[in-house]
T-cell receptor, first 113, second 111 residues
């Protein structure tokens, strides 16, 4: 069975410093993995996705994630945080070909000036 | 293009009342989904519809029913609301590249 664990429920960073959000997954095969972002009182927006092409995936707004099969990880990074990055971030694994998704519990990111 | 729209945005119900949450999309996607979001739990799938005329249960279907009225519309019905159904509800569609597009959500409170 597939599952996903986000290792930090809250992350606080200073503006201009790097952001690292950690995600581990469990899967019996090589899954599709996603990062979604949710700004306050908004719906979710796709940041990036991994679907077995390149292991380093670039997304929108300067975010990227690296798929590491040996570590079963899919961590999200950004070199320099902006105030607009304050949001909740979800690591997500695809469960099947019907589009059913398993969401992590989320990481709340706070950016301080 | 509006993308995915949901009505209403907010709703307060008393225990035992019924209501239907509406979702519509103009993206011509076949697959549509209903999720609920509770604090600290991410999103959980309630029901999904792979195409017009088909629906199937997700992780937490109890207390809900759905209707895929046509390709554009997918509604979620609570027949007898309970306080445990207080949540934020999101509708989503999926494109051929596996990306899901989410509506703005409906915030439901059951007292």
């Amino acid at each position: 069975a597939q599952s996903v664990t986000q290792l930090d429920s809250h992350v606080s960073v200073s503006e201009g410093t790097p952001v690292l959000l950690r995600c581990n997954y469990s899967s019996s095969y090589s899954p599709s993995l996603f990062w979604y972002v949710q700004h306050p009182n908004k719906g979710l927006q796709l940041l990036l996705k991994y679907t077995s092409a390149a292991t380093l995936v670039k997304g929108i707004n300067g975010f990227e994630a690296e798929f590491k099969k040996s570590e079963t990880s899919f961590h999200l990074t950004k070199p320099s945080a902006h105030m607009s990055d304050a949001a909740e971030y979800f690591c997500v694994v695809s469960l099947d070909s019907w589009g059913k998704l398993q969401f992590g519990a989320g990481t709340q990111v706070v950016v301080t000036p | 293009n509006a993308g995915v729209t949901q009505t209403p945005k907010f709703q307060v119900l008393k225990t035992g009342q019924s209501m239907t949450l509406q979702c519509a999309q103009d993206m011509n996607h076949n697959s549509m989904y209903w999720y609920r979001q509770d604090p600290g739990m991410g999103l959980r799938l309630i029901y999904y519809s792979a195409s017009e005329g088909t629906t199937d249960k997700g992780e937490v279907p109890n207390g809900y029913n759905v209707s895929r009225l046509n390709k554009r519309e997918f509604s979620l019905r609570l027949e007898s609301a309970a306080p445990s159904q207080t949540s934020v509800y999101f509708c989503a569609t999926r494109d051929s590249l596996e990306e899901q597009y989410f509506g703005p959500g409906t915030r439901l409170t059951v007292t």
